[in-house]
């Protein structure tokens, strides 16, 4: 009797352990189709709410800035799109430092950020858009950010100069523009890194630059700021209510000389530079006049003797006429050149003979006849 009741025990104990793992197995199954769900489901949702609203002209770029944590830098980083705000269904259009058509995307690790560059943007690019950050896992999610871009005729914030540079210790100016239906909202300057923000006429001179935010009520606001210092280079943006238009501030080292008071030494340097520089111009206004009238003589000279020397080839050129006109004559001639005139000497030598001549016949009679030739004037 008790044997039947210890195996009717037994029976009913493996029964119960049966059903047991019966039921882990089903909760087991059941946990996985409810994880699968959520997998199908979650694209419907959105990932996260919107922490940043932009908008651009039609036509127009785009530059927007993606801080990720430092512990991220080795990371895959890229940019992805979905017009109805899908997460999981949204296209990559582009990983880091790469370009696809009109997208860029760069990293830029040194600094935890990487920045995105959308070009000629249009009606259609209007959406969702996610700053992500690849975690390997396949239970870990990816790290991400989401923005939303409205693509407007006109938009409703935007700025003259998505970049502006201002050296260290000087001062820079952006000013931004909202329309009418932001006229009454906040207006703001802040920092994308630290989401330090200013406000309309607030002035912060206490560690950081000053910065003072004028706005007109017309439509624009103008920042304003003083002392730049080198870690002042960052990402801000200008804000209107909800609304951002991203600016890049880049500051550089000031090259120029810093100035100083001038003392006595000082003075006297300078003004002894200035005397020198003074006396190098009184140099230069005398040494100019007679370079121009030395050569002035020059000239002058030069043509005086290029006169001459043609003077006399055309005396030598005459005399050399008359010699040859002489011959031609029959004449004998010999001539004597002097410096100032030439004298012409023929000489004609006659037989003697009784009837021509009244001397008597042992006498020889010469004839002579003498030509003075005055030279041309030199």
Avoid at 54 to 75: A, E, M, N
Avoid at 291 to 297: D, F, P
Wanted: hydrophobic content about 35%; charged content about 20%; glycine content about 6%.
């Amino acid at each position: 009797m008790s044997s039947c009741f210890f195996s009717i025990m037994y029976m009913m104990k493996m029964q119960g352990e049966e059903t047991l793992q019966c039921f882990n197995r089903r909760t087991d199954s059941l946990k996985f189709i409810v994880f699968f769900l959520w997998l199908i489901t979650a694209p419907e949702g959105r990932a996260g709410s919107v922490s940043r609203r932009l908008t651009v002209q039609t036509g127009g770029s785009l530059i927007i800035p993606c801080h990720y944590d430092r512990k991220y830098t080795d990371h895959k980083k890229y940019w992805c799109f979905h017009a109805k705000s899908a997460y999981n269904y949204c296209s990559i259009l582009a990983y880091a430092n790469e370009t696809k058509g009109r997208v860029s995307v760069i990293d830029h690790p040194d600094q935890s950020f990487f920045t995105v560059t959308m070009r000629n943007l249009q009606n259609e690019d209007t959406g969702a858009y996610w700053c992500v950050v690849e975690i390997e896992g396949i239970f870990e999610r990816d790290e991400s950010e989401q923005l939303y871009l409205t693509v407007q005729s006109a938009p409703d914030v935007s700025v003259v100069n998505s970049s502006v540079s201002g050296q260290e210790g000087g001062d820079i100016s952006v000013q931004c523009f909202y329309s009418s239906g932001y006229k009454n909202k906040l207006k703001q300057w802040c920092r994308y890194k630290d989401q330090s923000c200013y406000t309309v006429g607030r002035t912060n001179t206490s560690q950081n630059s000053s910065v003072q935010i004028s706005d007109d009520g017309r439509g624009s606001f103008t920042v304003l700021m003083t002392g730049l210092r080198l870690t002042d280079s960052d990402w801000y943006y200008c804000s209107a209510g909800d609304l951002q238009a991203p600016v890049q501030l880049n500051v550089s080292e000031n090259s120029q000389v810093p100035f100083l008071t001038v003392n006595e030494p000082k003075s006297e340097s300078v003004t002894t530079e200035v005397s020198e520089r003074n006396g190098n111009y009184l140099y230069l206004e005398l040494w100019i006049p007679a370079v121009v009238l030395l050569m002035v003589i020059v000239i002058f000279v030069s043509a005086v003797k290029l006169r001459k020397k043609h003077n006399r080839k055309e005396y030598i050129t005459e005399v050399n006429r008359v010699r040859a006109s002489d011959t031609v004559s029959g004449n004998g001639s010999s001539s004597v050149l002097a410096e100032n005139d030439v004298t012409y000497t023929s000489v004609i030598v006659q037989p003697k003979t009784e009837a021509s001549s009244p001397v008597s016949v042992e006498d020889e009679v010469t004839y002579s006849s003498v030509h003075k030739w005055k030279p041309l004037n030199t």
